[in-house]
């Protein structure tokens, strides 16, 4: 199980550095943040494609709607994540981003027919009162006119990502992992350079080593990920993949000096206490305790 912690926390770290990267590039230069998205599907597809034609493999997904739905939905996430990160912050992207599970259960009964208990309720109003502690301006006369639309892209993306996730779940019973991948990073890379074409800027200096940074910072996250799981269980597992909001919250205010008010940290509580809840983590640790105590 350690060697598993250890993967998913540098995923969470890494996933966390690469925006690190974005807010660098798009706060000091005319690159927008689709064409940043576009490298990073970009460096993820020839990577995927170079391992699966070194290895041989079939690109014949099995039932491919799940397939697709999955490459859809998680590089309309990415894109508004990375918009995120452009017009709010790290912390603030990152946060409401990892909103994601608490929206997969709204999602889970029309994609896998799955029940959902009640109490996944109070977990969704708990991170809604989260999110509008940390999304609402602080003494602001305008009221919500005066919402950063930065903050709206992120929620936007972590509202995808429950559909990317729910699709995820469903691709996987008939599908190999590098399969997901391949088809994932191809239509995003499709994708966003269609979109990005107007507004692609060629990168100079620093900013090139900034933007390998995003594509491979991104890639190693997502290997280590992989890795992770194959040695921990999925609740506990999804709980440490949270700790990239502690990642960012620290990464924001070490590069950027991000605010982090107190707003903020009680939305940040809200939506940590809901994420525990929607993970599962409660009933793993009875699972796994229970025996333990009956023994004595």
């Keep these: ?173 008939d599908n190999d992992s590098y399969i997901i991948l391949i088809y994932l990073m191809g239509f995003g890379t499709l994708l966003n350079a269609v979109i990005v074409v107007p507004y692609f800027v060629m990168p100079h200096g620093i900013n090139i080593l900034y933007c390998f940074g995003v594509g491979f910072f991104s890639l190693l996250g997502q290997v280590f990920i992989t890795i992770g799981y194959r040695y921990i269980d999925a609740a506990p597992g999804s709980l440490i993949s949270a700790s990239r909001i502690l990642f960012a919250i620290i990464l924001g205010i070490v590069f950027f000096s991000e605010p982090f008010t107190e707003r903020m940290l009680m939305g940040t509580i809200l939506i940590s206490i809901s994420l525990v809840g929607v993970t599962g983590i409660y009933s793993y640790l009875i699972k796994r305790f229970t025996p333990i105590y009956r023994s004595r």
């Design 1 to 173: 199980m350690f060697i598993g912690v250890t993967y998913l926390v540098l995923s969470a770290f890494l996933f966390a550095l690469a925006t690190v990267f974005v807010k660098l590039i798009t706060s000091g230069s005319d690159i927008p943040s689709i064409e940043l998205s576009f490298i990073r599907f970009s460096f993820g597809f020839i990577s995927v494609l170079a391992v699966t034609l070194w290895k041989k493999k079939s690109f014949r997904p099995g039932k491919r709607k799940y397939v697709y739905l999955r490459a859809l939905f998680n590089t309309v996430a990415v894109i508004f994540f990375f918009m995120g990160v452009q017009y709010s912050n790290v912390s603030k992207a990152n946060l409401l981003n990892m909103t994601y599970p608490v929206f997969v259960f709204l999602i889970t009964p029309f994609m896998n027919d799955e029940k959902v208990s009640p109490r996944y309720f109070l977990y969704l109003v708990l991170s809604l009162c989260g999110i509008f502690m940390i999304v609402s301006p602080e003494n602001s006369p305008k009221g919500f006119s005066s919402i950063n639309g930065g903050d709206i892209f992120a929620l936007i993306s972590g509202i995808t990502a429950g559909f990317a996730i729910t699709s995820l779940r469903e691709a996987r019973k």
